[in-house]
């Protein structure tokens, strides 16, 4: 499968923006899938995750409550809203597909074996 993710940019402190994940090569009900970020001289980590279906999700603790995570599977599309960004939400944003069964949500990058290309999100003070 390959990924394209959009939408980043910069937006002050407080605003918002949607990154959208696009699949092709194979749908993507048959994977779970994820978004990560990284940080100039940081390293990877994990930010949201959905399973197959939809209907489970998992958040890092520093975008819950503010990130919400959702896939459209007729569009083979998943979608990272990120609202209240902070300065410290600055990275660039991955997108990742994990073979997974139909609940199952990962959050390590070793269970993902399909990546993105990333967009980068940066946030003014």
């Known amino acids: 499968v390959q990924l394209q993710a959009s939408g980043g940019g910069l937006v002050q402190g407080g605003g918002s923006l949607r990154l959208s994940c696009a699949a092709s090569g194979r749908t993507t009900s048959n994977y779970g899938m994820g978004w990560f970020r990284q940080a100039l001289g940081k390293e990877r980590e994990f930010v949201a995750a959905?399973?197959?279906?939809?209907?489970?999700?998992k958040y890092a603790d520093s975008v819950k409550g503010r990130f919400t995570i959702s896939r459209d599977n007729d569009k083979n599309t998943v979608y990272l809203q990120m609202n209240s960004l902070k300065p410290e939400d600055t990275a660039l944003y991955y997108c990742?597909?994990?073979?997974?069964?139909?609940?199952?949500?990962?959050?390590?990058?070793?269970?993902?074996?399909?990546w993105g290309q990333g967009t980068q999100v940066t946030v003014s003070s």
């Open positions: 990742a597909a994990s073979t997974a069964l139909w609940l199952q949500v990962h959050v390590s990058s070793d269970e993902y074996a399909y």
């Open positions: 959905i399973s197959r279906g939809g209907s489970s999700t």
